[in-house]
């Protein structure tokens, strides 16, 4: 689950950037930045969710699985 979320915000990065460059284009300057900023964090966020850690493992992989409630 935890894949689909990062894969997810990577591909809103991405349209986020796209999005900023088009609005660029068009003459807007405050709308494109904050674009870009948010495109920034999301991506610094997936970033920091897929560096290993001292153990080698990922904080994906070391997160608790999630437990339905019955």
Same mark, same amino acid.
Request: no cysteine.
């Given at each position: 689950m935890?894949?689909?979320?990062l894969s997810l915000a990577m591909l809103t990065a991405? !349209?986020?950037v796209a999005g900023a460059v088009f609005l660029w284009r068009k003459g807007e300057r405050q709308r494109p930045a904050l674009m870009a900023i948010l495109a !920034?964090?999301?991506i610094t966020n997936v970033?920091?969710?897929s560096l290993p850690t001292t153990d080698g493992q990922t904080l994906t992989a070391a997160a608790?699985?999630?437990?339905s409630q019955p």
């Open positions: 935890t894949d689909a979320a991405l !349209a986020l !920034a964090v999301m970033v920091i969710w608790p699985p999630h437990e």
